[in-house]
């Protein structure tokens, strides 16, 4: 069987155009995957250099490059998809509502990374932080995407969701280089309130205890049994907890010296006769 070249070109006119108008399609829909996939490397190269810059944790720059490279692609394929004549807005619907039913089916998930990347990214408080989140009071072990982990004083290791710390009051004792010890006391009324000021400062006489701001000793309650004295220093932040220690253990023998007493709770009951 001979193939017939003149009837080909008689109907040239024919489907000449339709090879034309699909060669040109293919091509610039081949040319903008391929400008697009190098542009999107350089975007997500651009972007880890940016948080790499601002100091973001490496596990946030990992996946925020991820997350920016893998949407970046499905937008370009979708594209490029429909410039070569694939319909795809029922994959575009598809995708969506699937997405949908994901987001329904992983709330409580969704939010503790959404909370994980927030923390990561502001750092409120970082990895060796002493820190109270939801009640809880310890140093922060590890900072992952969905939880963050918590040692406590004693030792036990405490998983806290990263969406209710990111929705939460987050207190972060180790973020000042400074803290101020505040430490009270309770004298007898009939105390010599000058003396046991005295008492007070003597005892920040420490070198621990820094001369600026200066030591100060103020009344803060006038009580029923006892006036109360607040001793208010100011002392490195690795300082707070030997210092505090120090003055409880201190202040009874200091205060019995100069015949300063500190009175315990009392209670008078009057008996009436009938």
Same mark, same amino acid.
């Given at each position: 069987?001979?193939?017939?070249?003149?009837?080909?070109?008689?109907?040239?006119?024919?489907?000449?155009?339709?090879?034309?108008?699909?060669?040109?399609?293919?091509?610039?829909?081949?040319?903008?995957?391929?400008?697009?996939?190098?542009?999107?490397?350089?975007?997500?190269?651009?972007?880890?250099?940016?948080?790499?810059?601002?100091?973001?944790?490496?596990?946030?720059?990992?996946?925020?490059?991820?997350?920016?490279?893998?949407?970046?692609?499905?937008?370009?394929?979708?594209?490029?998809?429909?410039?070569?004549?694939?319909?795809?807005?029922?994959?575009?619907?598809?995708?969506?509502?699937?997405?949908?039913?994901?987001?329904?089916?992983?709330?409580?998930?969704?939010?503790?990374?959404?909370?994980?990347?927030?923390?990561?990214?502001?750092?409120?408080?970082?990895?060796?932080?002493?820190?109270?989140?939801?009640?809880? /009071?310890?140093?922060?072990?590890?900072?992952?995407?969905?939880?963050?982990?918590?040692?406590?004083?004693?030792?036990?290791?405490?998983?806290?969701?990263?969406?209710?710390?990111?929705?939460?009051?987050?207190?972060?004792?180790?973020?000042?280089?400074?803290?101020?010890?505040?430490?009270?006391?309770?004298?007898?009324?009939?105390?010599?309130?000058?003396?046991?000021?005295?008492?007070?400062?003597?005892?920040?006489?420490?070198?621990?205890?820094?001369?600026?701001?200066?030591?100060?000793?103020?009344?803060?309650?006038?009580?029923?049994?006892?006036?109360?004295?607040?001793?208010?220093?100011?002392?490195?932040?690795?300082? /707070?907890?030997?210092?505090?220690?120090?003055?409880?253990?201190?202040?009874?023998?200091?205060?019995?010296?100069?015949?300063?007493?500190?009175?315990?709770?009392?209670?008078?009951?009057?008996?009436?006769?009938?």
């Amino acid at each position: 069987m001979e193939f017939d070249f003149n009837q080909l070109a008689m109907h040239a006119e024919t489907w000449l155009p339709v090879v034309l108008e699909h060669a040109i399609s293919l091509t610039l829909a081949f040319t903008t995957l391929a400008v697009g996939w190098w542009l999107i490397s350089t975007v997500t190269g651009r972007v880890g250099v940016l948080l790499g810059n601002r100091k973001v944790d490496k596990t946030l720059q990992g996946f925020i490059g991820n997350l920016v490279n893998t949407a970046l692609k499905i937008m370009l394929i979708i594209s490029v998809a429909s410039m070569i004549g694939i319909q795809t807005t029922s994959f575009v619907a598809a995708l969506g509502a699937a997405g949908l039913a994901i987001g329904l089916a992983l709330q409580g998930s969704l939010s503790n990374f959404a909370g994980g990347v927030l923390v990561l990214l502001f750092r409120p408080y970082k990895v060796g932080d002493t820190v109270e989140v939801q009640g809880v /009071y310890g140093t922060v072990e590890t900072i992952l995407i969905f939880h963050t982990v918590i040692l406590s004083v004693d030792n036990k290791r405490i998983i806290v969701p990263n969406g209710s710390i990111s929705n939460g009051v987050i207190i972060n004792y180790s973020s000042e280089p400074l803290r101020k010890v505040v430490f009270d006391v309770g004298v007898d009324r009939s105390a010599n309130l000058d003396c046991a000021r005295q008492v007070l400062l003597k005892m920040a006489q420490d070198p621990r205890v820094l001369n600026e701001p200066a030591p100060l000793v103020v009344v803060t309650t006038l009580g029923d049994n006892a006036i109360t004295l607040s001793l208010r220093v100011w002392a490195l932040n690795a300082d /707070y907890w030997d210092l505090t220690f120090m003055f409880n253990e201190q202040v009874r023998d200091a205060l019995a010296q100069e015949h300063i007493s500190i009175p315990y709770p009392q209670r008078v009951v009057t008996l009436l006769n009938s």
